[in-house]
């Protein structure tokens, strides 16, 4: 069993990025990211807190807008459209999930293309789906990085994405129909889930339940990748019941140290990308 490693996978991505910044900070030149974060939500929380360090890290300008639980769509609006007009930002992200009052797609669409970090615009969505290029949903991303950089290769491998948002588990599918895979997409309604994990020769959990996947479901020697980051006692942990399932794995992403790590410096990739665009 090997492990799909976030910290030294993340760390491998950092190292790049950091080289082009500081080529760009020779320059005069700050890439820049805005993130807007509207209630209280735990895990956005964290994940807001290590874009922050991030940026840090890698000498981005960061700034974050927090605005309360009850803010209107047109308090949430103008943050965006100011966003959109600081020559200092260069990447944008709302992050997601909004309370249930206000309307994502609506702010999503109000995000100039050019700096939507998460690639969540309806024209980057557009342009994944076309396989032209474009900034890509982190997640999906980071995930297709650790594949690459640990040498597996997805081509002509069924593999089975259970979640269907368009956060994760759309685009991820998208990304691996690219790469050859022969993707099947399982969620809440599908009937006799184990049934369809049991193929997956690579299967990637996004479904938001601990430790839902159980060694019964998952084939011997597949890839699993778990993208869940759910709060149980305190602590977060996956939607792999990762004890368990790593005996049965050939390859598989631990929680926290995996995908999450990708997340964020995939996210950091977007915003330089978008910066040296930017700058021309
Ligand atoms: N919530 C969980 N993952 C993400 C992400 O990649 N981007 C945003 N904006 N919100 C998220």
């Known amino acids: ?33 805005e993130v807007i974060l509207v209630g209280e939500d735990p895990a956005s929380q964290l994940y807001v807190g290590n874009k922050e360090k991030a940026c840090a890290r890698l ?5 974050t807008v927090r605005l309360p639980e009850n803010t209107t769509q047109e308090k949430l609006e103008e943050a965006i459209r100011e966003a959109n007009e600081n020559p200092a930002v260069h990447g944008v992200l709302v992050q ?7 309307d994502a797609n609506r702010a999503i669409e109000l995000i100039l293309p050019d700096k939507d970090a998460d690639g969540f615009h309806n024209v ?4 994944l ?3 032209e290029p474009g900034p890509v949903a982190c997640t999906p991303q980071g995930v297709m990085y650790m594949l690459k950089a640990s040498g597996i290769d997805v081509t002509g491998m069924d593999a089975v994405v259970v979640g269907r948002s368009n956060i994760v588990g759309k ?19 599908t009937r006799n889930l184990a049934a369809h994990t049991r193929r997956a020769d690579i299967l990637v959990a996004a479904i938001g339940k601990p430790k839902f996947i159980t060694a019964d479901m998952v084939k011997k020697g597949a890839v699993i990748v778990d993208v869940g980051m759910n709060r149980v006692d305190g602590k977060f942990c996956g939607d792999v019941d990762f004890e368990h399932v790593k005996e049965k794995a050939n390859w598989i992403s631990p929680v926290p140290g ?23």
């Open 59 to 63: 000498g981005l300008f960061s700034k």
């Open 1 to 33: 069993m090997h492990i799909l490693d976030g910290k030294v996978l993340s760390a491998q991505v950092e190292a790049e990025i950091k080289q082009r910044v500081d080529k760009m900070l020779a320059k005069g030149q700050v890439p820049g990211l």
């Open 171 to 189: 685009p991820m599918a998208v990304l691996l129909m690219h790469q050859n895979a022969t993707v099947t997409i399982c969620h809440s309604k």
């Open 124 to 127: 980057n969505f557009g342009k």
């Open 258 to 280: 995996g995908v999450g790590r990708m997340t964020i410096a995939m996210l950091m990739t977007n915003t330089v990308n978008a910066a040296e665009k930017a700058f021309g």
């Open 96 to 102: 997601m999930p909004l309370p249930g009052h206000l």
């Open 129 to 131: 789906l076309r396989g």
